[in-house]
């Protein structure tokens, strides 16, 4: 399986590669196909960092735009995506603020607590209609846990555990020493177990608190709104399966002890948002540029 994986990887590498190439010579298709295959692992990396649909969706066109516009500057010294999340780290390591950007742990922990004491109840709310308030929450829940970690560790974490990058390619990405990384991504996974430990009823079903028992709190406290459910209601890839052609970090199959177990079962539930697809605009957008005669940038 890891063999066929690897082989797999070096195929998409290779293609993304020749995108590349002619996409730097000025051939515009192949600048489209370029787009088409980085767009959506570009757009999750950001969605998972900023919090935000709306503002993963500006950092998604700027980070693209940069790596049209430094194609030539693509040494092939690793793998294409490699190269590609090293400037989309860099982009979204100094981007401002996400508007979801200001939850910490404390907060957070303020809200569910909150919710779990409050005597507002769903009341008629339909079937459907909770289960999707109640997936929004999840999904917004395990996304603010990881808004609660500092931009460096949280990249660490979403890089090593969400879209599941060795250690060595996450350092390349980062412009760490393996060790180094290592000890980032390690400080992520405690702050986040620390926290499911007691509180998450997704992580641990010991835990009291539930989805769906906040729902009306936060109805009632205009934290949400039946109309704005960004999440639950976002456009989703046809093709549900990640295609990285980046190694898998073998580490992870080797993994046993109990504390290691906890930990795979958090980044289980971080990794528990389907996969998102980039909004149609995003692309289209980047289709215009191409077509407004602005391709001479791609000859950096």
Not at 81 to 106: C, H, N, P, Q
Not at 244 to 273: C, F, K, N, T, Y
Request: glycine share 6%; proline share 4%.
């Amino acid at each position: 399986m890891a063999l066929t994986r690897m082989t797999e990887a070096a195929q998409n590498d290779a293609k993304l590669r020749a995108f590349a190439a002619a996409a730097a010579g000025g051939d515009r298709a192949a600048a489209q196909e370029l787009l088409e295959n980085l767009q959506d692992p570009v757009y999750r990396l950001a969605l998972r960092m900023l919090g935000h649909p709306a503002d993963a969706e500006d950092a998604t066109q700027e980070i693209l735009v940069v790596v049209l516009t430094h194609l030539a500057a693509f040494r092939g010294e690793s793998a294409l995506f490699t190269w590609v999340f090293r400037i989309a780290a860099s982009y979204l390591m100094k981007a401002k603020r996400g508007r979801r950007e200001l939850l910490d742990f404390d907060t957070l922990a303020g809200r569910l607590d909150a919710g779990m004491r409050s005597e507002v109840h769903s009341g008629a709310l339909p079937d459907p209609e909770e289960e999707l308030l109640a997936l929004e929450i999840r999904l917004r829940c395990t996304e603010g846990m990881l808004l609660s970690l500092d931009r460096e560790s949280r990249l660490a974490f979403v890089l090593g555990e969400i879209f599941e990058l060795s250690g060595d390619d996450a350092a390349q990405v980062l412009e760490l020493e393996p060790a180094a990384y290592r000890k980032r991504l390690s400080r992520a996974r405690q702050s986040l177990l620390g926290f499911m430990r007691q509180r998450c009823g997704v992580y641990d079903e010991q835990n009291a608190c539930r989805c769906k028992r906040q729902v009306a709190p936060a109805l009632a406290a205009g934290r949400l709104e039946r109309a704005d459910l960004p999440l639950a209601r976002h456009p989703l890839r046809a093709d549900a399966t990640r295609q990285l052609p980046i190694s898998v970090d073998a580490e992870r199959v080797q993994r046993g002890a109990r504390e290691v177990s906890e930990l795979m079962r958090v980044a289980d539930v971080m990794r528990g948002h389907p996969d998102y697809a980039t909004p149609e605009r995003v692309l289209e957008q980047l289709r215009d540029l191409l077509a407004a005669g602005r391709f001479e940038l791609l000859r950096d």
